[in-house]
């Protein structure tokens, strides 16, 4: 048994903040799956790195670029195709779990960011093309955002809320996702088949403590001003 299994057997998903086409194709996320990873995230800085930092994607670029009218196009074919062909690695660990792990996440344009009614759209567009019951939508949860996720989650959208700083932060995405859960249901839609993820963060929230504890002469509570809030927001999350 890997430690990777023996963390999922103590109720803890391990997934990946990495993908490339390369990883893919080769059966290494298979291999890393095999040994105990049950998602994938991925965000438009991971995919600019894959697509620029490699050669993975000269042959799917040079098919595309007589196709696509903008950069947008190519970015979001090959993503796709990528975030695709990961969901279908692992629909086996979502369908074993009853739909509660296995998912891949995909983000929304950031430029939507203080854009309500264009994050909905995208996400539904996305959710839509992507087409797999294991893919979650990535929607930057800002003052925007939050109200976007509980229309999503009401349209049966899979939504992994990310960018999550503070216990207050995530009590706001905890109303939305509720909100959007009790307007799913009194549409007759079927609450056990939409899933969401809150993306709470832990290393930037050090990163930005610590430099005021510094500047203050503090260094007995350097490192641990992260995993503090993120207890109590795991405590919360129990609530």
Excluded at 187 to 201: E, I, L
Aim: include cysteine.
């Amino acid at each position: 048994m890997s430690t990777l299994t023996e963390l999922a057997h103590l109720g803890q998903s391990v997934w990946l903040d990495f993908i490339r086409r390369s990883f893919l194709v080769s059966g290494e996320l298979q291999r890393l799956m095999e040994l105990g990873v049950t998602g994938v995230t991925s965000n438009p800085t991971i995919f600019q790195k894959a697509i620029a930092e490699s050669d993975d994607y000269v042959a799917a670029l040079e098919k595309l670029a007589g196709r696509c009218q903008t950069v947008m196009d190519v970015y979001e074919a090959l993503a796709m195709e990528d975030i695709r062909t990961a969901a279908d690695v692992l629909l086996p660990v979502f369908q074993a779990t009853g739909g509660a792990d296995g998912f891949v996440s995909l983000e929304v344009n950031p430029h939507l960011a203080h854009d309500t009614k264009g994050t909905v759209s995208e996400a539904l567009r996305l959710f839509e093309q992507v087409d797999r019951p294991n893919v979650m939508i990535k929607v930057p949860a800002t003052d925007e955002g939050i109200p976007a996720l509980a229309r999503l989650i009401a349209d049966g959208v899979n939504v992994n809320a990310t960018l999550i700083f503070s216990l207050a932060h995530y009590e706001a995405i905890v109303d939305a996702y509720i909100s959007g859960l009790e307007k799913l249901a009194g549409s007759g839609g079927d609450v056990s088949r939409v899933a969401s993820v809150a993306s709470f963060f832990l290393s930037r929230v050090d990163a930005a403590v610590d430099q005021r504890l510094k500047a203050n002469g503090n260094t007995e509570l350097l490192g641990l001003a992260a995993v503090t809030n993120a207890r109590l927001a795991y405590i919360r999350f129990g609530e």
